[in-house]
């Protein structure tokens, strides 16, 4: 089993809550974590991921409270 990359946001400021990404070529699958809860790992494709990405720029999932 290869080891991750793990890529940290370029967002995230030092001590806060960061998004972590890494890839799987071999399966296509995205890995994404938080460094709240490294244990926690969401598996996507880059096709699922991307459309995840278009719909929360485009304020789609925002709360309506």
Known sequence: MSRLNWTRSSYCSEGNACLYVASKERDDVVLL???????????????????????????????RG
């Open 33 to 63: 974590t938080e460094s709240a809860a490294p244990g926690a790992v969401l598996r996507a494709t880059p096709q699922g991921l991307r459309r995840l990405i278009c719909q929360v720029k485009a304020g789609r999932l925002d709360s």
